[in-house]
């Protein structure tokens, strides 16, 4: 069967004064109902960008679309700015890092949550009331009765994002794009939005998108894990695999900090040495090279001179010239740590 979301050679390009950046450099991924795909990558490897032009919420002047984005069969580069926002908080919705931002202060809750709900159901002004203060109530606000009149300034940082959360949930989307939403709270409250979540998509059967830089947070929440770096996809397969047996290099340097998949969740990542690829030049070869410890074991001058081909079998596996056996050798200690 086709899956849910299907995304295929995607690019996403951006005009700008010094050139073009290649902030998305052919991607594809699918994802199922009822899954969560964690992308994980330092900020500027394309992941919220790739996201962004799933919801249609990329800058139309200065950004082109490549390639496929098929939704329920449906294809969104090339639908119109109407039929995007009539798929946005119905069928697919998004929760970002700062609710404050997508909360208007001006406007109660429970207004907020009930006018998304009316603009795609039509539903009466008593009836989308009805339906926030049920929402509210599912997002664990206590006397939602009460606090659905209340203005965002008037909610703790957590119940806004759980007010957020409502109002991305309050259409039953069936895709959830999650960009960093834990990011700014306290340890024990992000616990309380990731179990929220988890229940949320057991009984909504939601497939979600969550963003993270954060691998501790793709430990907890994540079925499938997707690594960029540069624009592209250097690695894929189940939480499991990527986690336990990572095959690129990029991937066991985010690992490094990891001290195992048992700990807490909230150990930073350990900074890989380098920076970023430039997406307006980006490094011939291998993107990863300029920072890779492993290249030397690599004959020749491959990883800087020939971009490595995404090789999946099943959906697993990663974008690396090393030979398998070279990692099983290279990556033992690594595993062992485990
Ligand atoms: Fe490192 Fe070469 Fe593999 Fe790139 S292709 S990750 S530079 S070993
Ligand atoms: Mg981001």
Redo the contacts with the bound molecule.
Sequence with gaps: STPFLSIRDLRVHFGTEDGVVKAVDGLSFDLEKGRTLGIVGESGSGKSVTNLAVLGLHDPRNTKLDGEILLDGKELITASEREMEQLRGNKMSMIFQDALASLSPYHTIGAQIGETYRKHTGASKRVARARAIEMLRRVGIPQPDMRVDDYPHQFSGGMRQRAMIAMALVCDPELLIADEPTTALDVTVQAQIMDLLKDLQQEFGTAIIFITHDLGVIADIADDVLVMYGGRC?EKGTKQEVLRTPE???TLGLLGSMPSLDGPVDVPLSPIPGAPPSLLNPPS??R??PR?T??E??PGD??STEQ?ALKLTDGRGS????TPEQKRELFADYATAR
């Excluded at 974008?319 to 090393?322: E, F, G, K, N, P």
């Design positions: 250097v690129h290099p990029y070869g291998c990863f090279h890779c492993f290249a074991k690599v491959l990883c490595p974008a690396c010239h090393l």
